[in-house]
C-alpha cells in the first residue's frame, strides 16, 4: 500500500454543548475538498444532558470502518482535559495532539467524590514529547468577543497538522456550515487557532 | 462532487428520489434525524410526527394502500410497538411502495435493550435490505421502493448506530414521481380486508411471494461476491462488513445487502470457490443459521464473535486471527478517571419533581425520557424503566397486588411525549378498574431526550406549522379521571408538589397530577428562563455551614469546595458549597434545599 492510500484516523473528544460535532463536521468539509473518501461517526443521544462526545473520523483514499481500531488514532483533538485523558491510550506512539485547556467537572467531581486529574498536558507530553500542543480554546475565543467560537479556534490549531490542506478549505467549510452572520467571527477565530500553535 | 451526509439524511434523501409522498415516524434514537430530515429539506413529502411508532406505520400504509410511496421510521424498539399492523401489512401488501426503517442500537448507546431486528424479517416474511455506508443508505432506499412495489409487499430497511449516525460520502440524484396513480379501489376488499376467508389466500401469496424474493436475492446487485483468497471468505452485511473488509481486506467476501431473503444459489457459489467461510454479524446469528440449517459447513460464526453489543475492528481482528488484539501500552487506566454520565440539566423542572418524590417516599414506576436519569445517585428516585408507557400499568398492577395497606406508596411518573406515545390507556385502566394510582405528567413542551421533536402537545407539527394541542386535564376526565383528582403543580415548588404528590397517592381513587409552566431548559421558544425571580443565586461564605445538603439534588452548577473553615457565627465547617455562575440559571431549588438560608440571589 503506497502511504498516500493509508487511512488516517482523527479522535475528537470533548463534553456536550462544546462544538465538538462542528468542528468534525468542519474537518469533514475540508477532506472532502482535499479529494480523500472520508467517514466519521459520533454517538448521539444524550450529549446535550452533559456527557461526554467522542467522534471518530476517517480519511483516505478509501475507507470501510467508520470506527477507529483502538490504538490507533494517528490525530487527537480535545476540547476539554478530562475528555481528553481518556482516550490517551487511543493514540499511536507517533500521534499527535491538540488539547484544549478547558475544565468542565464531572458530577463525581462537582459531589466530592472524586478528583479531577492533574497535569494532564505534562502526563501527554511524558508520553508523546514535542507532538502535544496546548491551546486555551476559551481564552482566545473570549478575546474574540464570543467563547461560542472556541470550537473553531481549536480547528485553526489543529489545521497545522496538514500542512498540505490548503487553507481556503477550511475557510469554506466554515461558510458553509455557519450562518452568515457567524462568518467574520469564526474565520478570526480559526486564524487565531492557527497561530496559537 | 460527492455530498458528506449522515446515514440519516441519506435515507430521507433517497426516499425523496424515491418519489415518498407521505413520512411518519416517532422519534428514537438512532432514527429522529430521518423524518426532521425530510421535513426540513423536501417539501414534496408530507411529514409527520405520530404519536407512536403504530400510528406512523398506519399512516403511511394508508398512503401505500391509496398508491403513494410512503416511508415510516423508528428505533428497533418502536417496531415492537408497531409490530401488530407489520405483521397482517405483510399478508395485504402494498399498492404504491412502503419502507419501514428500523434503527437498532447495538452496545445500547441509548435504549433500553438491545434486539436485532434482523428477526422481524424472518417472523413476519418481508424482505430487509441493510445499508453499510451512507451512499447505500440513499441507494437500498430507492432499491426498496422497487422491491416493495415489484412484489407487492413491505420492505424494511435495517440500520444500526454506526450506519445511522455515521457520516460518509454521497452521490446524490433527482428526484423521480412515482409512476403508480393514486386511488382507493373498494373491489380490491378481499385484499385489505383480512378476515379468515381473505387471510387464507393472502397468507399462500406471502409464501409464494417469498419463493420470488428468493429468487431475486439471487440476483439483485443488493448482495455481491468479492473473490480475492479462495482459502478464506466472510459472508456480512451492513457494520460487521465495515469493519472486517476494513481488517481482511485479502479475503473473499459474500456482502449481503439484503438480509431476508437469503441467496440461496450465492451462498452455495461462495461455499464451494472459498474453502473456509466465517459469518461475521453483529448481535444474533441470524445469517449463521440459517446457512448451517442449509446444510453448510461454517469455519466460525458466533463461536468466536460476541452476540452481544457492538462488533469493531478490533473485535473482529482478534476473533478472526484468534489471538488477542495487541493493544498499546497502557499510559493512564482509564478505569481510574471520573466518568461523566449525562445529567439533567441546570434548572431542569425534572429536578425538583424527583427530589419531592424522594422526600415524600414514593416508589416510582418510571417511563422512557429525560427523567429516567433521576435513577442516578444522588437522586436515586425512579424504580423501573422498561418500555414506553410502562408505569402507569405497573403501578396500578403493584397497587392492586399489595393492597390498601401500600396506599400512598406507589406512583407512576412519565414525560408529556411518552404519556401521548401509550401513557393515557393506562390511565383509563385505572379508573376504570377502580385503581388508586397516582399517574404525573411531566409536561415540559416537547419530546426532550432524543433532541426536541414536536408532539400533539406542542402546538406545533414537524415543520413548526401551528396546530392542535392536546389539553391534558380533559385526557383525564374523558378516560375517568375525577376532576377533583386532577392537579397541577409547579414542580419548582418542591414543599407544595410533595404535599399534592401525597394527597394524591392516599387517595383510594386513581389520580393524575400535572406539571405546570414548566418547559424543558433548553426549549428555547418557550422561554423557560422567564418564570426564574432571579438569574442566579450564590453560596453565602457567612452562612454555609458545608452540610452537603444542596449537593443531593445533582445540579450540574453546584459543586464541593474542601478547605477547613467556620460561618460568620462560629460554625466549624470542612468545606462549602460553591454555585458555578456561567451555569446557575436561577431555578431556585438549591435554594429551598438549604435549611441555614446560605443561598442568596446574585447578580450575573
Not at chain 1, 500542543?133 to 475565543?141: K, N, P
Not at chain 2, 423536501?42 to 405520530?50: G, L, Q, T
Not at chain 2, 419463493?211 to 466472510?234: C, H, R, V
Not at chain 2, 407512576?412 to 388508586?436: C, E, I, Q, R, W
Request: proline share 5%; glycine share 8%.
Amino acid at each position: 500500500m503506497k502511504k498516500d492510500e493509508k487511512t488516517t484516523n482523527i479522535f475528537l473528544s470533548g463534553v456536550g454543548g462544546q462544538g465538538a460535532i462542528l468542528a468534525s463536521n468542519i474537518l469533514g468539509e475540508v477532506f472532502i475538498r482535499a479529494g480523500y473518501d472520508v467517514k466519521k461517526a459520533e454517538v448521539h443521544g444524550m450529549a446535550q444532558r452533559g456527557g461526554d462526545v467522542t467522534t471518530h473520523f476517517r480519511y483516505g483514499k478509501k475507507v470501510y470502518s467508520p470506527i477507529i481500531k483502538y490504538g490507533d488514532v494517528d490525530f487527537l483533538l480535545s476540547f476539554e482535559l478530562l475528555e481528553a485523558l481518556r482516550y490517551i491510550n487511543w493514540v499511536k506512539p507517533d500521534g499527535k495532539i491538540v488539547i484544549n485547556t478547558q475544565e468542565i467537572l464531572p458530577p463525581s467531581v462537582s459531589l466530592g467524590m472524586m478528583q479531577y486529574p492533574q497535569g494532564v498536558p505534562e502526563t501527554f507530553k511524558k508520553f508523546f514529547k514535542e507532538n502535544v500542543h496546548v491551546v486555551d480554546g476559551l481564552g482566545i475565543a473570549k478575546q474574540l468577543g464570543n467563547l461560542q467560537a472556541q470550537n473553531v479556534v481549536l480547528v485553526g490549531a489543529f489545521s497545522n497538522f496538514f500542512p498540505k490542506i490548503k487553507e481556503s478549505f477550511f475557510i469554506d467549510a466554515i461558510k458553509k456550515l455557519l450562518a452568515p452572520k457567524l462568518h467574520d467571527l469564526n474565520i478570526k477565530a480559526f486564524e487565531a487557532g492557527k497561530k496559537a500553535l | 462532487m460527492k455530498e458528506i451526509m449522515q446515514g440519516n439524511a441519506a435515507i430521507a434523501r433517497g426516499a425523496w428520489e424515491a418519489g415518498v409522498r407521505v413520512a411518519a415516524a416517532y422519534p428514537g434514537t438512532p432514527s429522529s434525524e430521518i423524518l426532521k430530515d425530510v421535513a426540513d429539506n423536501y417539501p414534496e413529502i408530507y411529514a409527520e410526527w405520530s404519536p407512536n411508532e403504530m400510528i406512523a406505520v398506519q399512516v403511511a400504509s394508508g398512503a401505500a394502500v391509496a398508491g403513494a410511496r410512503a416511508m415510516a421510521s423508528m428505533k428497533h424498539v418502536g417496531m415492537n410497538v408497531a409490530a401488530d399492523a407489520v405483521m397482517t401489512l405483510a399478508y395485504t401488501g402494498i399498492k404504491g411502495g412502503f419502507m419501514i426503517v428500523v434503527a437498532d442500537d447495538p452496545n445500547v448507546h441509548s435504549s433500553q435493550n438491545e434486539q436485532d431486528s434482523r428477526n422481524w424479517a424472518r417472523f413476519g416474511k418481508v424482505p430487509m435490505l441493510e445499508p453499510g455506508d451512507a451512499q447505500e443508505c440513499l441507494d437500498f432506499t430507492k432499491a426498496a421502493y422497487d422491491i416493495s412495489e415489484k412484489f407487492d409487499t413491505p420492505v424494511f430497511l435495517r440500520t444500526v448506530t454506526r450506519i445511522a449516525h455515521a457520516d460518509s460520502l454521497v452521490q446524490t440524484g433527482k428526484r423521480v414521481e412515482s409512476k403508480m396513480p393514486l386511488g382507493l379501489d373498494p373491489k380490491e376488499a378481499p385484499k385489505y380486508v383480512m378476515v379468515p376467508a381473505h387471510v387464507r389466500p393472502r397468507r399462500k401469496a406471502v409464501e409464494e411471494r417469498m419463493k420470488k424474493l428468493e429468487a431475486f436475492a439471487d440476483k439483485t446487485k443488493l448482495n455481491k461476491m468479492e473473490i480475492n483468497s479462495k482459502t478464506y471468505g466472510i459472508i456480512a452485511s451492513g457494520s460487521a462488513y465495515m469493519y472486517a473488509k476494513e481488517v481482511f481486506p485479502e479475503y473473499s467476501f459474500l456482502k449481503l445487502g439484503m438480509v431476508w431473503p437469503l441467496p440461496k444459489k450465492m451462498i452455495d457459489t461462495f461455499f464451494k470457490t472459498v474453502k473456509k467461510v466465517y459469518i461475521i454479524e453483529e448481535l444474533d446469528p441470524f445469517f449463521e443459521t440459517e446457512i448451517r440449517a442449509m446444510g453448510y459447513k461454517v469455519f466460525h460464526g458466533k463461536d468466536i464473535i460476541p452476540n452481544m453489543y457492538e462488533l469493531s475492528p478490533e473485535i473482529v481482528e482478534a476473533a478472526v486471527k484468534g489471538k488477542a488484539y495487541k493493544a498499546p501500552k497502557l499510559r493512564v487506566k482509564p478505569e481510574d478517571l471520573p466518568r461523566r454520565p449525562p445529567n439533567l440539566c441546570a434548572g431542569c423542572s425534572h429536578r425538583p419533581l424527583f427530589y419531592a418524590l424522594k422526600k415524600a417516599g414514593a416508589f416510582v414506576f418510571g417511563d422512557i425520557g429525560c427523567y429516567t436519569l433521576a435513577v442516578a445517585p444522588p437522586i436515586s428516585a425512579l424504580h423501573t424503566t422498561i418500555c414506553m408507557g410502562a408505569g402507569g400499568g405497573m403501578a396500578h398492577g403493584a397497587s392492586k397486588a399489595m393492597g390498601k395497606d401500600f396506599l400512598g406508596k406507589v406512583v407512576a411518573v412519565l414525560g408529556d411525549s411518552t404519556f401521548l406515545h401509550s401513557g393515557v390507556l393506562p390511565l383509563m385502566n385505572a379508573a376504570y378498574n377502580k385503581g388508586n394510582t397516582t399517574t404525573i405528567v411531566l409536561d415540559n413542551r416537547i419530546t426532550g431526550m432524543t433532541g426536541h421533536q414536536e408532539h400533539a402537545g406542542t402546538g406545533f407539527t414537524v415543520r413548526g406549522e401551528v396546530a392542535n394541542q392536546v389539553d391534558y386535564k380533559e385526557i383525564g376526565k374523558a378516560v375517568g379521571i375525577k376532576e377533583a383528582n386532577i392537579r397541577y403543580v409547579d414542580p419548582y415548588n418542591i414543599k407544595e408538589t410533595m404535599e399534592v404528590v401525597k394527597e394524591e397517592m392516599n387517595k383510594d381513587e386513581a389520580s393524575l397530577i400535572l406539571c405546570k409552566d414548566s418547559p424543558c431548559m433548553l426549549l428555547r421558544r418557550a422561554n423557560p428562563l422567564k418564570k426564574f425571580k432571579n438569574p442566579l443565586y450564590a453560596v453565602n461564605m457567612d452562612k454555609c455551614r458545608g452540610c452537603k445538603m444542596c449537593l443531593e439534588i445533582n445540579c450540574p452548577a453546584i459543586s464541593w469546595k474542601e478547605g477547613a473553615g467556620q460561618t460568620a457565627d462560629g460554625q466549624k465547617r470542612k468545606g462549602t458549597a460553591y454555585i458555578n455562575p456561567d451555569q446557575c440559571v436561577g431555578c431556585e431549588v438549591c435554594v429551598q434545599v438549604c435549611k441555614f438560608d446560605a443561598i442568596e440571589p446574585a447578580k450575573k
